[in-house]
């Protein structure tokens, strides 16, 4: 019986981030012209479009997506509370977040320039829309975790209720993150499509980045559900053993 192991997942998963950001920048650099200032219709300038797409991939895929790591050791297992290196991997895990939410807000900020300077209309898409609302749950997630279970010294046991919550509702965000960047990568891909044809090498590109994040969502969920206690009770234990632990 196979039996992935969770830095297996974790390595592979590092592996597809690593090859969608190639692919990114390929597909910005030799298509969507790089990251150079565009043309407004009144002649002036204004930020290129494409920062909106790094700033974002960056903040889920690579901020967000190892920060909700930072409690494994290095064999994948989880840093139990009193470890002596759990203070560090926490304030990890804060900064990585915190970084998360500055990268993703930045990149909004961004692409609203942008549109205003070129005389398009803001948030009137369905990935527009994904976008805010995961943008705020992530800043919700982040304000929750920050005051409970950093700033202030909350009781243990309200700290042990809310863990399910932030774990699994970080996990959920994460998840809405991937699927709004897949919803802007087909937005800009029918931008692309009505201009070079349905089968440009551009349009192509656009689509082979949106399937990758296919495999990404599926690692992740791997990562995610595989057991990463160094002791767990294993599955043929019975339901009041499970609920004991």
Not at 131 to 155: D, E, I, P, R
Request: net charge positive; glycine share 10%.
């Amino acid at each position: 019986f196979f039996s992935p192991q969770p830095t297996m997942i974790i390595l592979v998963k590092r592996i597809g981030v690593a090859l969608f950001f190639i692919l990114l920048f390929v597909w910005i650099s030799q298509h969507l012209k790089g990251l150079e200032a565009e043309k407004t219709k009144n002649g002036d300038t204004t930020v290129s479009f494409n920062w909106h797409a790094i700033l974002m991939s960056v903040s889920f895929l690579l901020f967000m997506g190892e920060g909700v790591f930072a409690f494994r050791q290095g064999n994948g297992v989880k840093l139990e509370p009193g470890h002596a290196d759990r203070p560090f991997r926490k304030n990890v895990h804060m900064v990585s977040m915190g970084l998360a939410i500055v990268s993703g807000a930045v990149g909004l900020a961004l692409i609203v320039v942008n549109h205003n300077d070129h005389g398009f209309a803001n948030f009137y898409s369905v990935h527009s829309w994904f976008g805010v609302a995961t943008l705020g749950l992530v800043a919700l997630q982040f304000v929750v975790g920050f005051y409970f279970f950093w700033w202030t010294k909350a009781h243990q046991d309200l700290k042990k209720r809310l863990i399910p919550f932030h774990r699994i509702g970080g996990q959920m965000i994460f998840f809405a993150g991937l699927c709004t960047m897949a919803l802007g990568i087909f937005e800009k891909q029918t931008f692309i499509s009505k201009g070079l044809g349905n089968w440009s090498a551009s349009s192509m590109w656009a689509g082979a980045l949106a399937l990758l994040l296919l495999p990404l969502a599926m690692l992740m969920g791997f990562a995610f559900a595989i057991p990463f206690e160094a002791d767990f009770v294993p599955i043929a234990a019975s339901p009041a053993d499970r609920l004991d632990r």
